[in-house]
């Protein structure tokens, strides 16, 4: 059974940082991409980083230069770096794993940003 579960989340002033990761089931392939995704309430998921199986990093434009994407060597766990926490941060993020339409998601865990 493929299980991607989050943790790190939790409640920081703006300014702060966190760090996500995801721990990632080994019969994930290798070759799948590995994201994170965010909601806010009220709003869309959107996709804030992804990683791909060669090592490319993609970001969207309101975490580009805040956020990093990783992941550790074995592959067994995705990252997410969160620097200079604003208080539109705060949502539920979720790790993604998708590949030519194949896609798995994990639970999401709750970051909140606030004074």
């Known amino acids: 059974q493929v299980q991607l579960v989050e943790s790190g989340g939790g409640s920081v002033h703006p300014g702060e940082s966190l760090r996500l990761s995801c721990a990632v089931s080994?019969?994930?392939?290798?070759?799948?991409?590995k994201a994170w995704y965010r909601q806010a309430p009220g709003k869309e998921r959107e996709e804030v980083a992804s990683l791909t199986s060669t090592g490319a990093t993609n970001y969207g434009d309101r975490v580009r230069g805040r956020f990093t994407i990783s992941r550790d060597s074995v592959g067994d766990t995705l990252y997410l770096q969160m620097n200079s926490l604003k208080p539109e941060d705060t949502a539920v993020y979720y790790c993604?794993?998708?590949?030519?339409?194949?896609?798995?998601w994990g639970k999401g865990t709750l970051v909140t940003v606030s004074s």
């Open positions: 993604n794993a998708n590949f030519r339409g194949m896609e798995y």
């Open positions: 080994r019969n994930v392939p290798s070759i799948y991409t």
